[in-house]
């Protein structure tokens, strides 16, 4: 199975939290399961809110950046293309929404989105993020594709 991340083009792989080429960002996978898109993340001990608890806005920057991945996966899926036979398109977030449902356990984290609408460069994905089998966040994503003129930025690493 292919992680969508894996797929990005090289100039747009630099990403905090989902970039395979940021050796510091948090390079989350996200991957196609049945009509679902699925990604895993263990945070670190100083991914830390209070002790004991993962950060409000580490969890907001993952379900952003899962969202943009499976906003990828369903584009590609609904114009019929197989992850991994071309490099994915990006989208960027255009409205996030994040409801913090009880306090997330520091420990290892499951991020299950599902799409709610895909029409033109707009995908609108909805989360949960799950903690021990607890759902304690959920997510609402707003994407569209990313303009051109971001990949083509002179100040982006190359």
């Given at each position: 199975m292919i992680a969508i991340q894996d797929t990005y083009p090289v100039d747009v792989?630099?990403?905090?939290?989902?970039?395979?080429?940021?050796?510091?960002?948090?390079?989350?996978?996200?991957?196609?399961?049945?009509?679902?898109?699925?990604?895993?993340?263990?945070?670190?001990p100083f991914h830390v809110a209070v002790p004991g608890f993962m950060y409000g806005g580490l969890i907001a920057s993952l379900i952003d950046c899962h969202?943009?991945?499976?906003?990828?996966?369903?584009?590609?899926?609904?114009?019929?293309?197989?992850?991994?036979?071309?490099?994915?398109?990006?989208?960027?977030?255009?409205?996030?929404?994040?409801?913090?449902?009880?306090?997330?356990?520091?420990?290892?984290v499951r991020l299950v989105s599902r799409k709610v609408e895909l029409k033109g460069r707009k995908v609108v994905v909805d989360t949960d993020f799950i903690s021990d089998d607890t759902r304690t966040a959920t997510g609402s994503a707003v994407l569209v594709e990313m303009p051109a003129s971001m990949a083509s930025d002179p100040f982006s690493p190359r």
């Open positions: 792989a630099y990403c905090y939290g989902c970039g395979r080429l940021n050796e510091h960002g948090h390079q989350i996978k996200t991957y196609l399961v049945g009509e679902e898109t699925i990604a895993e993340f263990t945070p670190e969202s943009a991945g499976s906003a990828a996966i369903y584009r590609m899926v609904a114009d019929g293309k197989e992850i991994g036979s071309e490099n994915a398109p990006r989208f960027v977030t255009a409205h996030l929404e994040v409801d913090y449902l009880k306090p997330t356990p520091l420990g290892p």
